[in-house]
Structure formats: C-alpha cells, structure tokens
C-alpha cells in the first residue's frame, strides 16, 4: 500500500478533464445534499418512519450503489468507454429529486433513494476509471483527492441551501426538494458539453478482464478492498450523526449544520491529503485515518453535550479527507488498466456490502441499547482496522 514517490512529481498540473469532472461532483452533490440532509427528520416527523426504518432506507440505497457500479465498472472496460455510462448514471440522480418532493410514505422514499443510488452506482466506477485513465502515475493521490474536494464542497453547500431555503420557505420539506432538482440539472449539462471521453492509456486495448479472471487482481489490490471493507464497516450513514446531533439539542431546522460542519473538514482535507499521499506511502495516511475515525466515534459515544458532539462530527470529516480519494489511488495503482472499471466496481461492492451491514447493525444497537452503543460499536471496528494495518506493517 505504497503510493508514488517520484521526486517533483506532484508539482505538474492536473488535467482539465478532471478539474470539469470535479465541477460535475460539485453541482450533483448540491442537489442531492440539499435533500439529504433534511431527509432523516423528514422521515421521521413528517411521515413517522422510525430510526430503525431510517437505518434500513439509507443501507438499501447505498448497496444499490454499489451492486450498480460492479456491472456499470465491468461494461466501461468491456465496452472500452465510460462516458455514455457516467452520464446515464448522473441522468438518473437528476431526475430522482422529484421523487422526494411527492413521497406520502416512507416506502415511496425508498424507491427514490433506490432510483438516485441507482445513478450513482451506475456512474461511479466508470467516473473513478476515467479519473484514472487521466491522471499521470505521480499525480494519482492528487487527482482523487480534487475530485473528492470538489464532490464534498457539494456536500456542504447542499445543507447549506437546504438550511436557507427551509427559513425561506418556512420548513417547506417538499419545496426544498422540488427545488434541488435545478443543480442536478447543471451536473448533467456541465457533463455533456464538458467532459470528453480521453485517448484510451496504454494497456487498455487488451481484452477486458472477465469474471473467472478477478482473483488475478492481485493480493494487493484484494488487500485494499479489504482495508475499505473494514473502514466501512466502522462508518455507517451520517443519518446517524444528524440524530445524534438532534438529540443532544440540535434544533430541527439547523439540522442540515451537521453536513456542513462534516463535509467543510472533509472538502477541506481531501485534496491536501491526496497530494500529500503522493510524496509518501499511502498506509501511513490510512493508519492515521482510522485512529481519528476511532476518536470520532469514542467522543460521539460519550459527548456530554453539544459542542462535543459538533466537535466529533469535525473529526469524522477529517478521517473521510484522509482516506476516501487514498483509497480510489490504491485501487488505481493496483489494478492492471484493462480491468481498471470492473476494480473500481468491485471495491465499491465491497464497501457497500459493509455499509449495508453496519446501518443495520447501527439502527439495531440504537433502538435497543441507544446512540452509544451504536458509536461504541464503529470504535471497535476501527480498532479492528488498525490492528490489521498493524500486522500488515509488521509482516512487512
């Protein structure tokens, strides 16, 4: 789990394809944010869905997310393009938005989330592909980590508008929603005038890989979907954080405040840390963000209040900054270019297979035993993580 240590080698300038993909992430997860952070309480006072219900929406959705990108990655290497594919899936995100504004029940709900992680599945591992196909070798961490930066600030700017546009419309959930569509639709545009589909690298005129092939990806490349596994399972949906949040005396219409307070630290750390993983071996950054991911969730087991709570949410952005784009260049500097899709599909299978599990495990634990438990519970999981990025640095 080494990354590239050429000498000056992220002093170059990141290609502008990656830079308008960037503006596309920008723009869906201002749309999709701005719903999503209202989304848990909407559930739960406007249509009486419960935390448990609340646990299982989110896990559906995210793992239709992740099967979604398995097929989605696959046919981008077999088909040799991706583009067609990424903006299908963005398509989809749009015109889901729609759905939220005329839910009358929790399952109609469902079915959205299940429409707009569909999209996001069925664009992800060919956009993390194509990233790849672009970025020079010594700038991997770097290209990642701007596309995350620019996916998060998204995700912060989303709660934000939702934040005014409820005191502008006076707690309207369903107008709120109605008017998310609008960024989406700008995601879509920038993404077809924009982004062109690149020469195609070198290697990647091989056949695509098939499936009785995966095991020849390699123990490394397995060893990094493993490593994310683990760190997913530790990380369940931030639908957790904003009831945690709510219910240390978070009032209801600044709710959204927990996405933004998460997403500005992770915005923040994402593109620094990319390039920094750059300059030195990657493990390293990962050892570190599974100790803040462990800080985060001990504080929020414990938090007597508030401030402490807001403060953990903070950390918890950090640990996203310092391992998700590190994580997409492990995979890309694994993965032989020719089954470069169908890495990024099956690394996004894992994790969302261990998303699913955790949500459950965490709506489950909170209903039973209450929030501690639950945060209690994703400590012991990172402990897990480190202590297998331990063995591995001792093995070694």
């Not at 920038?190 to 009785?212: C, D, F, M, Q, Y």
């Amino acid at each position: 789990m080494h990354g590239p240590t050429q000498q000056g080698g992220t002093t170059g300038r990141l290609p502008a394809q990656i830079w308008a993909l960037g503006l596309v992430s920008l723009f869906m997860d201002i749309a999709s944010e701005t719903v999503h952070a209202l989304l848990p309480v909407f559930l739960v006072t406007s249509l009486g869905a419960s935390v448990a219900m609340v646990g299982l929406i989110e896990g559906v959705g995210e793992s239709t997310a992740a099967f979604a990108k398995v097929g989605s990655g696959w046919l981008s290497d077999r088909l040799r393009r991706r583009k067609g594919l990424v903006v299908l899936g963005y398509t989809l995100g749009a015109l889901s938005k729609p759905a939220f504004a005329l839910a009358p029940a929790a399952g109609w709900v469902m079915g959205a989330r299940f429409i707009d992680r569909l999209g996001k599945g069925i664009r992800g591992a060919p956009r993390d592909a194509l990233i790849g196909d672009l970025a020079p070798a010594p700038l991997r961490g770097a290209a990642f980590g701007l596309r995350q930066s620019l996916d998060t600030a998204g995700a912060f700017l989303g709660p934000l508008a939702a934040i005014a546009l409820m005191a502008l419309t006076g707690g309207q959930f369903r107008l709120v929603f109605w008017l998310a569509v609008i960024p989406g639709l700008v995601a879509v545009a920038i993404l077809v005038l924009a982004v062109r589909e690149p020469p195609r690298p070198a290697g990647v005129n091989a056949p695509s890989i098939r499936w009785h092939e995966l095991p020849a990806l390699g123990r490394r490349y397995w060893g990094v979907v493993a490593v994310a596994g683990v760190l997913t399972l530790a990380r369940f949906s931030v639908a957790f954080l904003i009831l945690r949040a709510e219910g240390a005396g978070l009032s209801l219409a600044l709710t959204p405040a927990v996405l933004v307070v998460m997403n500005l630290a992770y915005s923040a750390s994402a593109w620094p840390m990319g390039a920094l993983s750059d300059r030195m071996p990657r493990r390293h950054l990962l050892t570190a963000g599974f100790a803040v991911l462990m800080l985060a969730q001990l504080v929020l087991a414990f938090a007597p209040g508030l401030p402490a709570v807001m403060a953990a949410i903070a950390l918890w952005g950090l640990h996203m900054g310092m391992t998700q784009g590190l994580l997409a260049a492990l995979v890309t500097d694994t993965a032989p270019a020719r089954a470069r899709g169908s890495a990024f599909g099956l690394f996004h299978l894992v994790s969302g297979l261990a998303l699913l599990a955790a949500n459950f495990v965490a709506g489950g634990l909170w209903s039973l035993l209450g929030p501690a438990s639950t945060f209690l519970a994703g400590a012991a999981f990172a402990g897990v993580g480190l202590a297998g990025l331990a063995l591995y640095a001792w093995r070694r």
